[in-house]
């Protein structure tokens, strides 16, 4: 199949199309897995080349993914065209809010502020969008914030951010942490 030929794209038809993430996501550091897949770059079919079907290995077969709360309805992710005529790619963010300040989640916004990370986000569907990929993974940028005794939500505002060269649904298995 030419996959730079276009193909037809309808509407939702019936289908839902429910907006949103789910509360929470996955995380892993880029530096722990021995191979990270792919999206095959001809397909048979349309849209096979934005799926990402084969599984991430990682290093330690003990390791695997980091499951994230993130409060219901706090969370986003977009994705916009940056570049040039000729060089364009997609500039991807993500924004969440995790709440608390326990010591773990204390550790864990020290330590991601300098990785470079996957990240999978699942949409109110359940379908896995992948942002982050070898070379190009989404750094995450924590704020807290103590909120008042009157208002607000005390914990991080989680910020991401990374380039790609698309949105890809990951499709793979996902192995959590124990």
Same mark, same amino acid.
Not at 123 to 146: C, F, K, M, R
């Given at each position: 199949?030419?996959?730079?030929?276009?193909?037809?794209?309808?509407?939702?038809?019936? #289908?839902?199309?429910?907006?949103?993430? %789910?509360?929470?996501?996955?995380?892993?550091?880029?530096?722990?897995? !021995?191979?990270?897949? +792919?999206?095959?770059?001809?397909? /048979?079919?349309?849209?096979?080349?934005?799926?990402?079907?084969?599984?991430?290995?990682?290093? $330690?077969?003990? #390791? @695997?993914?980091? +499951? /994230?709360?993130?409060?219901? #309805? !706090?969370?986003?992710? &977009?994705?916009?065209?940056? @570049?040039?005529?000729? *060089?364009?790619? =997609?500039?991807?963010?993500?924004? *969440?809010?995790?709440?608390?300040?326990?010591?773990?989640? =204390?550790?864990?916004?020290?330590?991601?502020?300098? %990785?470079?990370?996957?990240?999978?986000?699942?949409?109110?569907?359940?379908?896995?969008?992948?942002?982050?990929?070898?070379? =190009?993974? /989404?750094? %995450?940028?924590?704020?807290?914030? !103590?909120?008042?005794? !009157?208002? @607000?939500?005390?914990?991080?505002?989680? &910020?991401?951010?990374?380039?790609?060269? *698309? =949105?890809?649904?990951?499709? @793979? $298995?996902?192995?959590? +942490?124990?």
């Amino acid at each position: 199949m030419n996959t730079y030929a276009l193909t037809h794209q309808v509407g939702p038809q019936g #289908d839902d199309n429910t907006p949103g993430l %789910l509360g929470y996501v996955y995380v892993a550091r880029e530096d722990a897995f !021995s191979t990270i897949a +792919k999206a095959p770059k001809v397909g /048979v079919n349309p849209g096979d080349t934005a799926v990402i079907v084969a599984d991430h290995t990682f290093k $330690d077969p003990t #390791d @695997g993914w980091a +499951k /994230v709360y993130i409060t219901l #309805d !706090s969370n986003m992710l &977009k994705a916009a065209i940056v @570049g040039e005529r000729d *060089g364009r790619g =997609l500039k991807i963010n993500f924004e *969440g809010f995790h709440p608390g300040n326990k010591a773990t989640t =204390l550790e864990f916004a020290r330590i991601v502020k300098n %990785l470079g990370l996957l990240m999978l986000v699942p949409d109110a569907d359940g379908t896995y969008l992948q942002v982050g990929q070898e070379g =190009l993974p /989404v750094e %995450l940028a924590p704020d807290y914030d !103590s909120a008042k005794l !009157s208002s @607000g939500r005390r914990g991080f505002t989680v &910020k991401g951010e990374a380039y790609a060269t *698309g =949105l890809y649904i990951y499709a @793979g $298995d996902i192995k959590v +942490k124990p």
